[in-house]
């Protein structure tokens, strides 16, 4: 069986084409694309709904095209359509919805609604080492982070989640205010490979207390503090060049232990040993190299996805509209676009 994946539900456009192994081609993605809307919305500092809908609107067709290309398929060669039905920006769900919906009927082939989050909690599935079930897995991005105990697909609970900015939303903000160009968070992350350790000390928000929820917007507000207040003492391009470098260090540090704390809390709460990390935020090399350490000492392993896989892509919505449409999970024509839907809420397979 072979599904052709979209993923349209904010500013990157996605389509892949997954094969499940049954038929002559090996189980995995046949081929690929995405598209990434930054130069779209870098003039803006953030993603500008409206146009990030209108992208989409431009690019979805030509990728499926280019996909089916680079895969030698034709329409007649697939086995269903998926896409992602939320969340996210819900006109741009819509796009991805619309087309997904309408290619499936005029070729005659099912249609499966997928979760964005469950795409990425799955996304390691696509790499040679796979994470048994059941695990717990943290999901980190520009607009979710979360975790959740996972006993298979569908069966979900959920440990704790962001009750304000999430991880990526954080960097991105902090990184606007130390001048970086957007999306600010990898070059953060790049800045603060020259910074010095020890120079400044963030607070570990939420850590002091039990549980398992993530806070960011007050370290955001005390990095701005600490910006606002070295901007006013500095009297050199050179000075500010460390000065920032050091203070990049210091948030990211400070995030990165946060995060690393929550996740030896859930394990432990759990009993379980196994953690997936994925979203655009499971890139940062910091964060791997700590979750890392900290799985080690558990006696257990960490797994994520490829860079490439991190981030909004088609690969993981065909992946999981794989699993789902093997269970008999597809739409009639009348399909709906989430931009607020629930993991938890998902049905078990």
């Known amino acids: 069986m072979r599904i052709l ?19 002559d081609l090996p189980e995995g993605i046949v081929a690929h694309r ?25 690019k979805t067709i030509p990728l499926i095209k280019e996909v089916l290309s680079d895969a030698n398929m034709t329409p007649q060669d697939l086995d269903g359509v998926a896409y992602t039905a939320g969340p996210g920006l819900v006109g741009a769900l819509l796009v991805g ?37 059941p695990f717990v897995a943290l999901l980190v991005s520009g607009g979710h982070t979360m975790l959740v105990r996972v006993d298979g697909i569908g069966q979900y609970e959920m440990l704790g989640e962001s009750v304000d900015d999430a991880a990526g939303e954080a960097f991105d903000k902090t990184a606007k205010l130390l001048g970086l160009d957007y999306p600010g968070g990898p070059v953060l992350a790049k800045m603060a490979e020259n910074g010095r350790a020890g120079q400044y000390k963030f607070p570990r928000p939420m850590t002091d207390r039990p549980g398992l ?7 955001k507000t005390f990095a701005a503090n600490t910006i606002y207040k070295e901007n006013e003492r500095i009297t050199s391009e050179e000075e500010k060049v460390q000065v920032h470098a050091d203070i990049a260090y210091a948030f ?24 997936v990390i994925a979203g655009g935020v499971s890139a940062n090399s910091a964060l791997r190299e700590k979750l890392t350490v900290i799985t080690k000492k558990l006696g257990g392993e960490v797994f994520y996805p490829r860079p490439e896989f991190c981030t909004d892509n088609g690969a993981m919505i065909a992946y999981a509209g794989m699993q789902r449409l093997k269970a008999g999970v597809d739409t009639d024509l009348t399909f709906k676009a989430t931009p607020r839907w629930p993991l938890d809420t998902l049905a078990a397979i």
């Open 5 to 23: 994946g979209i993923e349209t539900s904010c500013d990157e456009t996605g389509i892949a084409i997954y094969d499940d192994g049954q038929g």
């Open 34 to 58: 995405l598209y990434s809307q930054i130069a779209v919305h870098a003039d803006y500092g953030g993603v500008v709904p409206e146009l990030a809908s209108r992208d989409h609107v431009r």
């Open 97 to 133: 919805c619309s087309i997904g919906r309408s290619l499936a009927y005029g070729w005659n082939l099912p249609a499966v609604p997928v979760h964005h989050m469950e795409g990425h909690l799955l996304a390691p599935m696509l790499e040679e080492n796979v994470p048994e079930f």
């Open 213 to 219: 929820n993530f806070s960011f917007s007050g370290l």
């Open 252 to 275: 990211q540090e400070a995030v990165v232990d946060t995060i690393a704390i929550k996740c030896r809390r859930a394990l432990e709460q759990c009993k379980l040993k196994r953690l």
